[in-house]
Every structure is written in structure tokens, then in C-alpha cells.
């Protein structure tokens, strides 16, 4: 898959780290809310939804990501 201009820049802002974090926006979403209760399962919705915000899941016309992640699994 071949990243648009737009989305190398959108990349490139996500591995940066803001001025007091220790970690990138994209090093926080990789990793999930430890343990299972109601503020977690929050946690992870509102971190799914700034993900799919970002607007990387989908080029134009082109199947999303995981599409293809789960295509290279059943063919691989």
C-alpha cells in the first residue's frame, strides 16, 4: 500500500511526542487499557474513534487496512 502525501504527514505527526508525554499518539493507541472494567472498555472506544478520525483506514476507493491485513492471513 502506498501512503498519499497527505497521510506520510499525518504519520509523521503521530510518531511525534508532545512536550511533556512520554509517549506518541501512535505508541498510545498500539497499546490497550490494562485489565477489563466499564472506564477501560471507555478507554479503548474513545481511542478507537481517534484513530478512525485520523482518516488512514481508507484511500478513496481502496479496501481499508485490515481488509488487507486479514486477506494476507487467509492467503499467507
Not at 502525501?5 to 501512535?26: H, K, M, N, T, Y
Not at 477489563?36 to 479496501?63: C, F, M, P, Q, W
Amino acid at each position: 500500500m502506498r501512503l498519499t502525501p497527505r497521510q506520510r504527514v499525518i504519520l509523521e505527526l503521530l510518531l511525534e511526542v508532545p512536550e511533556g508525554r512520554r509517549a506518541s499518539d501512535l505508541e498510545r493507541w498500539r497499546k490497550s487499557p490494562a485489565g477489563t472494567s466499564g472506564r477501560n472498555l471507555e478507554k479503548a472506544l474513545e481511542r478507537a474513534a481517534e484513530i478512525l478520525g485520523v482518516g488512514l483506514g481508507r484511500r478513496g476507493g481502496d479496501r481499508d487496512v485490515h481488509s488487507g491485513m486479514r486477506d494476507g492471513y487467509a492467503n499467507g
